[in-house]
């Protein structure tokens, strides 16, 4: 089989970026010289392409969307890995690869066949330094990259993927390889500080002066004197300096200040649908799956998109919307519910592909909005965004909803997050929704919705909670469709009324079946999951607890599936058994 390294190049990139380790675009080799032109050029195959990435490893990213962008545009590229974050070993020769292994004994990992030797790729930060044995530099932290796997070398060969192992930890002496053997002992010493935590206590001790605008030659005072005094066996003077040299980089963020209400301005609330929704703020919609959640926010997004008067609401220019929405097909299923209720297409816009809203694609999210402003953003649902995030903390879901908050209040949109109901009995109806109450706490409005249990096919939506006006509850009608042609239903509004969720779901037995239908469920997800190959068990959970499926149900359910697990690295992944 031949070697496509045009696709192996991009298929290791959007790797990198979906371990969150950004990537950038780097000159290729072509016929033994730099694609960048210069016959003379010193430094073949390994220099950022400035037009692509003009600030050079500022500028990686693992942004798929630019990584592909970036690929078509010079398919025959070499690629590079910011080492932010990351440690990489640079063996450059045979002895040198044998006296990193006699000498430091280090744990099997991520491992690259380089021209003439190995790049080893360990999670966690150290001083950078060429040359720091022989044949053997280290390359990590911000500022520094090396050439990623699949590259090709100006000799024409092929950095190649050697041992396809997860990411190891920086061990603790194999972070001690950048200390020279020729330093002098720094005076002092015997300090708690163990050898193996100077760099990460010095940085972080770094960080937070710098963050209280402590000065740099006052920072790198400081460090000297905490590591003289502190450290088991203090850094060399040239490392401290390097340390206060990173730190100062980052920008400072400005402190707040304590200011009297006579200096505040005066606001006034902006509404897109009065009392309902709010411009700038963040919002919640509770409810059941299948009782009309996504039918819903369609019928808000068709409206908007022709600047359609809301009930009981104003009239306003046609409006963009996000709907991004991973539980319903685009083309099969959420364009006909458009198209169904009168929608202006050009206007509605939904995600190309599933994303995770790390810190990196909130920024991308805060830059699409800002670009194309969107009146609404719709998140369905909104467990289904949330990696790496724990539903159920407080402090992590504050976290996470926080910045979706400040997003809408700097871009004059409204947001809203869909949830799904869970099953527990709560006193409150506000309460029902899954996960940690700082979804309702951090949110401006709260919306609940269910199936009408009058008769008529619909749904009853309930303003729950709001920080401006309640407004009453609205009955909605959903029309009549031939699913076995692909029609949706049309939604429309039919009256105001004044039942409360409270009243609504006081007593309510929620019809979800009993304990093993349930399982059943849950079973069938997995078998779908898992179906092309082994996946991480906290994402099959997250996953599943957007589908309303408790990572308890899950456990039991894989259990009764036989389903194998295994720990590489730090991460457990669940398989189907072998047939």
Known sequence: MRFDRQASVIGMMEWFAGQDIPVLPIHGVANGCCTCGDAECASPGKHP??????????????????????????????????????????????????????????????????????HFYYRGEMPARNAARSKLDVKSGPGCYVVGPCSMHASGAIYALWEDEPMAD????????????????????????????????????????????????????????????????????????????????????????????????????????????CLGTLGLLDGDPGDGKSQLCVWLCARLSRGDKLPNGDRFEPANCFLFNFEDLPGAVIRKRLEANGADLSRVFIQSRQFQLTAEMVEWMDGEIAEKKPRLVILDPIQAFMSGVDGNSNIDVREFMSRLGEIAMNRKCAIICVRHFGKGAQDKAMKKGLGSTDFVGISRNQFGLARRSDGPRGFIVFHMKTNFEGGLSML??????????????????????????????????????????EREVAKEYLLEALAGGPK???????????????????????????????????????SLPPE
Request: with cysteine; glycine share 8%; proline share 8%.
């Open 170 to 277: 920086l061990p603790q002496n194999v972070a001690t390889i950048t200390e020279r053997r020729d330093d002098p002992p720094e005076a002092g010493g015997g300090g708690p500080i163990p050898v193996g935590l100077r760099n990460s206590t010095m940085t972080q001790f770094a960080g937070y002066m710098h963050a209280k605008g402590v000065s740099q030659p006052a920072v790198l005072e400081t460090l000297k004197t905490l590591n003289r005094t502190m450290s088991e066996k203090p850094l060399p003077d040239r490392e401290v300096r390097q340390i206060a040299r990173s730190v100062s980089r980052y920008p400072v963020k400005a402190l707040p200040q304590i200011i009297p209400f006579s200096e505040i301005p005066e606001e006034r609330l902006d509404f897109l649908w009065y009392p309902y929704i």
């Open 536 to 574: 991480a068990a906290a994402v099959l959970k997250s996953q599943g607890e957007a589908r309303a499926i408790s990572a308890s149900t899950l456990d039991r359910a894989r259990k009764e599936l036989g389903i194998t697990t295994a720990k590489q690295g730090k991460i457990w992944n669940w």
């Open 49 to 118: 392409i400035s037009s692509m990435v003009p600030h050079g490893v500022k500028d990686a990213t693992t942004d798929v969307k630019a990584i592909r962008r970036w690929h078509r545009k010079c398919p025959d590229m070499n690629y590079a890995v910011a080492t932010e974050g990351l440690a990489v070993i640079d063996c450059d020769s045979k002895e040198a690869l044998r006296a990193f292994r006699s000498g430091y004994h280090p744990p099997p990992t991520f491992t690259v066949k380089t021209s003439r030797g190995f």
């Open 476 to 517: 909605f009608k959903m029309g009549d469709a031939d699913g076995r042609i692909g029609e949706q239903p049309e939604i429309s509004f039919e009256k105001f009324t004044d039942i409360t969720a409270d009243d609504f779901f006081a007593g309510e037995v929620v019809p979800r079946g009993p304990d093993q239908d």
